[in-house]
């Protein structure tokens, strides 16, 4: 059964830096995109960024310059290093694996993990 297992969340001032990892675990599966969404208290979860398998990314305007994603092929995990922090940023940060091109059809998440910025 494939898992995205996320990591990396915690308590950090604003301006500080947190690298997120999300590991596929229970197959070698390889989807076709993986990406980033976050949900703060109160608010909709939200598009963070996305990498597909060509290496193609794409970002929210939110975190543009901010953030990079990444991804290990090899280890089949995708990274989101978040540097320059805003309490804004404070949410749940949630890992996504699409099976499909071009759709979100049968979309897996990871359980989460949570991300505290302090001002």
């Known amino acids: 059964q494939v898992q995205l297992v996320e990591s990396g969340g915690g308590v950090v001032q604003a301006g500080g830096s947190l690298r997120l990892s999300c590991a596929v675990s229970?197959?070698?599966?390889?989807?076709?995109?993986m990406g980033w969404h976050r949900q703060a208290p109160g608010k909709q979860r939200e598009f963070v960024a996305t990498?597909?398998?060509?290496?193609?990314?794409n970002y929210a305007d939110s975190v543009k310059g901010r953030f990079t994603i990444s991804r290990d092929g090899a280890k089949n995990t995708v990274y989101l290093q978040t540097n320059s922090l805003k309490p804004e940023d404070t949410a749940i940060y949630y890992c996504?694996?699409?099976?499909?091109?071009?759709?979100?059809?049968?979309?897996?998440w990871g359980q989460g993990t949570q991300v505290t910025v302090s001002s």
């Open positions: 996504n694996g699409d099976p499909y091109y071009g759709t979100s059809t049968g979309r897996y």
């Open positions: 229970g197959s070698t599966f390889s989807f076709n995109a």
């Open positions: 990498i597909n398998r060509g290496g193609s990314t």
